[in-house]
């Protein structure tokens, strides 16, 4: 990307979000922050300015669609348009799916899907009309594979994928220039963890391996520089998890139903069983996260896969393709 573009970012006030904004800033772009809270949004417009970029706070919750219009209109107020839109938001529960209310299921919904769906919505209205931009989806590996104890999330992330496939054709067969892609993610060292609602015994973790958001955030800048890929995979675990699925999905159910459950709990008191699903957890009586969680001892900071992804070719297919037949193998092996 040139200097100086206008970028949107979506659940910018911790964890991938706020590592996103980073990076954007880094390369001199004007960056506005969106998400619910206060000092985390005050602490990343602070990060934006000293990394060299121009910062834009706006409190929105992405779930009210005419706010996120409101917000829409305040960065073009402010910047004169919006080159790049990053959807990021989200919400979570920990729970099985019998132990989340309607209410709470309803909520992750409206905001890790919707929140999605509005924030293009919104960028669309200022992107078509000058017949250029790009729209980045941040997803997740879970948007193919569905996990224990977080169907909630898992649901949504899959609405995405059908949501931008549907949308990327309707873009294509109209010759736009507007480009939208998605950015599969693995599991992420982010506050989130400490935050999320969680009715499970003992904290509530990633399974392993976990990624700094630091690596998103590239995968992230990356991606919207060449928003013609229809999407990029992020990390080792992401291509084995998701291309397994499409070879043996069976064997992943069995295999989950037997792992999932230990691999995402740990010892100790969750740090917050109420979570941040109705206020946020950086608002009047909270406090500024930051963009890591606290794995940051066994955390990867960088992956061979996602240079791979981003320089993709026959080598990076023949490696897909052998790790896939060696997770299949272990899979059996261990069933």
């Known amino acids: 990307m040139s200097r100086h573009k206008t970028v949107v970012v979506t659940g910018a006030s911790g964890g991938v979000g706020r590592a996103t904004a980073r990076a954007f800033a880094a390369r001199g772009h004007r960056v506005a922050l969106l998400a619910r809270g206060r000092d985390g949004l005050a602490a990343a417009a602070?990060?934006?300015?000293?990394?060299?970029?121009?910062?834009?706070?706006?409190?929105?919750?992405?779930?009210?669609?005419?706010?996120v219009e409101n917000a829409a209109q305040q960065v073009v107020d402010a910047f004169g348009r919006i080159?790049?839109?990053?959807?990021?938001?989200?919400?979570?529960?920990?729970?099985?799916?019998?132990?989340?209310t309607p209410?709470?299921?309803?909520?992750?919904?409206?905001?890790t899907y919707l929140g999605y769906v509005f924030g293009t919505r919104a960028a669309l209205r200022h992107m078509l009309p000058r017949d250029r931009g790009?729209?980045?989806q941040v997803g997740s590996a879970l948007a193919y594979r569905g996990v224990p104890l977080q169907s909630a999330y898992c649901g949504a992330k899959h609405a995405i994928q059908g949501f931008n496939e549907s949308l990327r054709c309707e873009l294509l067969h109209e010759g736009s220039r507007v480009r939208t892609t998605m950015v599969q993610l693995p599991a992420v060292n982010t506050p989130q963890f400490e935050w999320v609602l969680s009715r499970m015994p003992g904290r509530a973790r990633p399974v392993a391996p976990i990624y700094q958001p630091e690596l998103a955030a590239r995968a992230i800048v990356h991606?919207?520089?060449?928003?013609?890929?229809?999407?990029?995979?992020v990390g080792g675990s992401t291509t084995a998890t998701m291309l397994a699925n499409a070879v043996a999905p069976g064997l992943l159910d069995h295999y989950l139903a037997r792992t999932g459950f230990d691999a995402q709990r740990e010892d100790g008191e969750q740090a917050s069983r109420g979570g941040n699903l109705w206020a946020p957890a950086d608002g009047p009586h909270g406090r500024d996260f930051g963009a890591h969680g606290r794995f940051d001892d066994e955390a990867l900071s960088a992956s061979p896969q996602e240079w791979v992804s981003r320089n993709r070719g026959r080598v990076g297919a023949g490696l897909a393709v052998g790790g896939t037949l060696a997770l299949a193998a272990r899979l059996k092996r261990k069933l």
């Not at 602070?46 to 706010?67: F, I, P, T």
């Not at 209410?103 to 905001?111: A, L, M």
């Not at 991606?223 to 995979?233: D, L």
């Open 83 to 100: 080159d790049v839109w990053v959807n990021n938001a989200f919400a979570g529960v920990f729970a099985p799916f019998t132990e989340i």
């Open 223 to 233: 991606a919207a520089g060449h928003p013609r890929r229809r999407e990029y995979w």
């Open 134 to 136: 790009a729209i980045v």
């Open 103 to 111: 209410d709470e299921f309803r909520r992750v919904t409206e905001v």
């Open 46 to 67: 602070d990060e934006v300015q000293r990394a060299g970029g121009e910062a834009l706070v706006v409190s929105v919750d992405v779930a009210d669609a005419k706010a």
